[in-house]
């Protein structure tokens, strides 16, 4: 019995190999549980449940015999653990394969499962990532510190890529300061398009199930158009490189109001699906370099989010689950504003972000990390609520992935495991990097008073209620100084303002605003 998961649509898994089509069954299974785990978007469900239709059907056109629990079967029993005991105790498979699954929850249900029904499981590795789980415990072992950089500069040695004569091209590791252009006034240009993909009559048929099993749950249907098939993620990926690659370096840090895609690949959700693989996306990345089609640091900057970040963060979940979710280093304990689910108030900057996520189950890395990030970690928001939203309402979210960068990276919650700072900024930087500033009721230049930008207050208020962890930081001792100035007045206005803010978080004057 070969167990395929939502998120290892990929035929060349290592759960196949050794296989017999003849004499081995692949089961797969659709469970509300997982819809319900957090309240998922409704664009995500249809995802997962429309890309597993798709591979069940690919597999059997290929001679597999595929066992598939849908999620309106009669007498379902809601949990892929319940669907999984019922199939072993029917079945009694001689054994059970799976590949490594990406998140813990789900392995160590799977052990539990197999070891109530006295069934062998082989557990094989998941080799869609570069760096197996065991060499990043080898990377990790003896260091101080984890830094993504010196992991990075390792699997660029490790596999030859952007390097000639052992050293990285053009002589840089990265070129981080050259892509963090703005738009300026006038803001983008001629912005290109991204492929999309109309629904076929295999998603409608999951798009109905889920407006008819969800129908409470967050987002919009309407503008589905995410690959769920190999095919079409092989010409998303085609379309990055050729049309939006050579742009994506400059601007992937800017934001712009009403335009989601920008220069962005869209290809994470196909990544972790397993419809794309990362050695192809990377080869695909330095292959339009080498012909010239792109700008090095454009593609740089791109290989480093695949090459470095995505499996770094790999490697750190799997070292420090169970329980990195319940770490809270800053102890937050707000909770997550209720307007987080609709997207309803009148700052901008967070206006247009919720809107495009309940639209589209999308926002891009940085209206994730110094948008919605930002001002949840500013007001002091329980990151694991945070880490719950995120894992609920972006398409491309499985767990492996998310938290760590949610917990971590955003949130600072592990004390530095991730990050070797808190990412924390004013308004300033909302307004440099962005034209939400020109149409917001709010001055991100004013910490106090009607019309101080809820980012500034909120920033100094941190600085001051987090003074000891800064100081004790090298890397913010720019911002310390920066607190020294303030006199007590000043402080006590701000402290005061940033309690009407909590108290009112969405800016609407409706006071408080739980999530629901």
């Known amino acids: 019995m070969l167990l395929v998961f939502g998120d290892q649509l990929n035929a060349d898994a290592s759960v196949f190999d050794g296989a017999d089509r003849d004499r081995d069954v692949i ?91 006295g069934v062998p499981l082989t557990i094989c590795e998941d080799r869609r990532y570069f760096c197996s789980l065991e060499a990043f415990r080898k990377h990790a072992a003896g260091r101080k510190e984890l830094r993504m950089e010196y992991f990075y500069r390792e699997m660029r040695r490790r596999y030859g890529i952007l390097m000639e004569d052992g050293k990285p091209v053009g002589g840089e590791w990265n070129y981080d300061e050259e892509n963090r252009g703005s738009f300026g006034r006038k803001g983008p240009e001629d912005v290109p398009m991204p492929v999309m993909f109309p629904p076929d009559a295999v998603t409608h048929e999951v798009m109905e199930l889920v407006a008819s099993r969800f129908p409470d749950h967050p987002g919009s249907l309407e ?75 454009a593609v740089e900057g791109f290989i480093r989010q695949i090459l470095g970040w995505r499996e770094y963060v790999r490697g750190i979940y799997w070292m420090h689950m169970p329980g990195y979710e319940e770490r809270n ?30 639209k589209y189950g999308y926002a891009h890395h940085i209206q994730r990390l110094m948008v919605t990030g930002l001002y949840a970690l500013l007001v002091g928001v329980n990151p694991r609520r945070l880490h719950e939203w995120y894992l609920a309402v972006y398409v491309d979210a499985v767990e492996w992935v998310e938290m760590p960068n949610t917990i ?78 303030l006199d007590e007045p000043t402080r006590a206005a701000i402290r005061a303002a940033a309690e009407g803010v909590r108290r009112d978080p969405a800016g609407t004057g409706a006071g408080g605003d739980a999530s629901p």
Not at 333 to 350: I, K, N, R
């Open 408 to 485: 971590g990276m955003s949130q600072y919650a592990d004390g530095g495991l991730m990050a070797s700072k808190p990412y924390i900024a004013s308004g300033k930087y909302i307004q440099r990097m962005s034209g939400y500033c020109q149409r917001c009721p709010k001055n991100p230049a004013l910490s106090t008073g009607v019309e101080a930008c809820p980012f500034t207050t909120l920033y100094w208020d941190f600085m001051m209620r987090h003074e000891t962890v800064l100081r004790a930081n090298p890397r913010a001792a720019m911002q310390v100084r920066q607190l020294e100035r």
């Open 223 to 297: 503008t589905f158009g995410w690959p769920v098939t190999r095919e079409d993620a092989l010409r998303a990926l085609e379309g990055f490189v050729s049309g939006r690659l050579g742009g994506f370096g400059r601007w992937q840090d800017a934001m712009w109001p009403g335009e989601p895609w920008l220069w962005h690949s869209l290809l994470s959700s196909s990544l972790n699906l397993g419809l794309l693989v990362a050695g192809e996306v990377v080869e695909a990345a330095e292959k339009a370099w080498r012909e010239g089609r792109a700008p090095l640091a």
């Open 27 to 117: 089961w797969m299974a659709e469970a509300s549980s997982e819809a319900t785990v957090v309240w998922s978007h409704r664009q995500r469900i249809v995802l997962f449940l429309a890309a597993m239709r798709h591979f069940r059907d690919r597999l059997r056109a290929d001679g597999w015999t595929v066992d598939y629990t849908a999620l309106d079967e009669v007498d379902h029993p809601g949990t892929l653990g319940g669907v999984l005991a019922a199939f072993l105790e029917e079945r009694r498979p001689e054994e059970v394969w799976c590949t490594h699954p990406g998140e813990h929850r789900i392995l160590r249900g799977v052990e539990q499962v197999c070891r109530r029904a």
């Open 329 to 358: 280093a800053l102890g937050a304990t707000e909770p997550l504003p209720g307007f987080y689910w609709t997207g309803e108030t009148p700052y901008a900057c967070l206006s247009d972000a919720l809107g495009q996520t309940l």
